[in-house]
């Protein structure tokens, strides 16, 4: 019976390299020096057995042809199996080999992220350095799939959210609440995820589907308006304050942007406008408590 050892320590790619040219056309390994009266100088190594694959004897063990061409090619760190993309298992070519490691962990964690994946921190993509679950996906293919606008990643057997991989592969632990900065849910690059608790992702919700108004502006009744049909207003924590009426919505929605910065900081979902710096200064000055609607 033949036997191959699932992990080669004794070969190493500087003794391959000694031994054998490789033709990565054919993926044949030519013998460079006659270890053996058998051997002849120029000749292809190994022989095919009954399973298919082509095996050469070596340091008195058999090896895989398969995994001493990827071992030539990429070094001493040896998967626990090549798989052949096009499934013939005598096609040893280098483009032609994907390595399966086999990761024994059952919790997700920060290490086995950096060992499976690879992280675009410019595009906050996540991409396949190994081979899992014996399937043949190209190394480099992108990993993640839409669902209802939101962006999913099956890992160990789960369905999560990109943006917590991509969180946890950074900062090493998944938050209670992870915000998107820009409030784009596809962007999913690290320096655009900020972790949060639910009062805070609360802050930063944007307004209700299908409202015209600014986020934090009303229309006053018309027993109110008095020449300033708009007001604006925000919450915290339970609390609702009013900021005041205006003449038109712009003014209302620059009132709530400077009053939202000042009490949520960074979890500010503002409504993009260019904040006014004396209007910021005003609402930073300002008690709120004293506009505090009952």
């Known amino acids: 019976m033949i036997r191959n050892s699932t992990r080669t320590t004794a070969l190493t790619r500087e003794e391959l390299h000694r031994l054998f040219t490789l033709n990565r056309e054919t993926g044949e390994l030519i013998w460079k020096i006659a270890r053996a009266r058998r051997i002849k100088v120029g000749t292809s190594a190994g022989g095919l057995s009954a399973n298919g694959r082509v095996y050469i004897r070596l340091l008195g063990r058999q090896y895989l042809r398969s995994r001493l061409v990827y071992q030539y090619v990429h070094g001493d760190i040896l998967p626990d199996e090549v ?91 998944i938050p209670e609440q992870i915000i998107h900065r820009n409030g784009n849910l596809s962007d999913d690059r690290p320096e655009n995820l900020l972790a949060a608790n639910m009062s805070q992702k609360a802050w930063n919700k944007g307004p209700h589907r299908g409202r015209e108004l600014p986020k934090g502006v009303h229309v006053l009744p018309e027993k109110e308006k008095r020449g300033k049909p708009y007001s604006a207003r925000i919450m915290k924590d339970g609390k609702r304050y009013y900021l005041g009426s205006f003449e038109t919505a712009e003014e209302a929605a620059e009132a709530y942007d400077a009053a939202a910065e000042n009490l949520f900081g960074e979890y500010a979902r503002t409504n993009g406008r260019r904040t006014n710096h004396r209007e910021l200064r005003r609402w930073r000055s300002m008690d709120l408590n004293s506009r505090t609607i009952p």
Do not use: C
Not at 104 to 120: E, I, N, S
Not at 142 to 155: E, K, L, M, W
């Open 83 to 173: 798989l052949h993309i096009n499934g013939n298992p005598q096609d040893d070519r280098p483009e032609n080999l994907r390595p399966v490691f086999r990761h024994p962990d059952k919790v997700l964690t920060q290490g086995y992220l950096h060992a499976t994946y690879d992280l675009d921190e410019e595009t906050g993509g996540l991409t396949r350095k190994v081979e899992a679950q014996n399937r043949v996906d190209l190394i480099g293919k992108p990993i993640a799939y839409r669902i209802n606008g939101r962006v999913y990643v099956s890992v160990l057997g789960r369905k999560m959210p990109k943006y917590h991989l991509v969180y946890m592969y950074v900062h090493g632990y």
